[in-house]
């Protein structure tokens, strides 16, 4: 139960950094501290960046979101509102199971409880480049293999570039190429949209581009077995330059992840 489990820093979940990346600890793959175990449960401390999704089913609510320390960030999944409803800003004490996915550490539901040790904590997505995106999928990512800051991270990439033209309506269950100049990562838009913000997707059809057809995003790293992608949480037009004639534009914001059950 959590009374055995043992504290880590959140970038240790990923294993030793010198045996190059794995899904976790493992015995091939320990813990820096030596722990061989990838399930736990484990105690982590951090600070809630993002709450990636809210669902229910039979009348039970749970939510995903991600929790970062100064070792690096990891995601929570369909944790039960009974248990903990996150809510950004939050600086907690998890523990929980470690159940890898996509080629990550992930926290679960089993044997899951939660202390909140203060609220309201100013929460900053780490600005990145494309080619700092890519990297977080290689392994040795701030001393970390696929992990760090980055991966399972909420970041921003600034003026990005979709290479096949932004769509007049986002696709979903579909991956869109982006770019920087600095290199070239997945958009991963989700089949789970709620209706409402489906209807802002389709609403961009008449708002189609930023200023040179560039774009902010704010979103989630996914490492998708060394192939990382950004899942959006927000999409927003680049506006054209103070003296231009023409009216700026701003984008659309959009929740979008990845949906699967267990």
Do not use: C, H
């Not at 999944?77 to 996509?102: K, R």
């Not at 040795?140 to 033209?165: K, L, M, R, Y």
């Not at 869109?176 to 990562?185: L, M, N, S, V």
């Amino acid at each position: 139960g959590s009374a055995s489990a043992a504290s880590m820093a959140i970038g240790d979940l990923y294993g030793d950094p010198t045996n190059g990346g794995s899904a976790g600890i493992s015995p091939s793959n320990p813990a820096p501290g030596g722990e061989t175990s990838s399930v736990g449960p484990w105690t982590v401390t951090g600070t809630v960046t993002s709450v990636l999704d809210v669902f229910t089913s039979a009348g039970k609510t749970s939510n995903t979101f991600t929790v970062a320390d100064a070792t690096g960030s990891i995601e929570a999944f369909s944790i039960p509102e009974t248990s903990y409803t996150a809510n950004v800003g939050d600086n907690v004490t998890l523990t929980a199971n470690n159940s890898p996915f996509q080629d990550a550490p992930e926290l679960s539901k089993t044997n899951f409880s939660e202390t909140t040790n203060s609220t309201g904590n100013p929460v900053s997505p780490d600005l990145i480049t494309v080619s700092t995106l890519l990297a977080s999928g290689t392994g040795g990512q701030n001393g970390f293999p696929i992990a760090g800051p980055v991966s399972e991270g909420i970041v921003t990439i600034d003026n990005v570039e979709f290479t096949n033209g932004f769509p007049s309506a986002l696709a979903l269950s579909k991956a869109y190429a982006i770019t920087d100049g600095t290199g070239t990562a997945n958009l991963f838009a989700s089949s789970s949209l709620s209706n409402v913000k489906a209807a802002a997707i389709a609403a961009n059809a008449a708002n189609p581009g930023g200023f040179g057809g560039l774009y902010d995003i704010t979103g989630y790293v996914s490492p998708f077995f060394g192939n990382p992608e950004i899942f959006p949480l927000s999409i927003t037009a680049v506006p054209e330059p103070v003296g231009m004639s023409f009216l700026a534009m701003t984008g659309i914001s959009l929740l979008a992840r990845r949906r699967r059950s267990r």
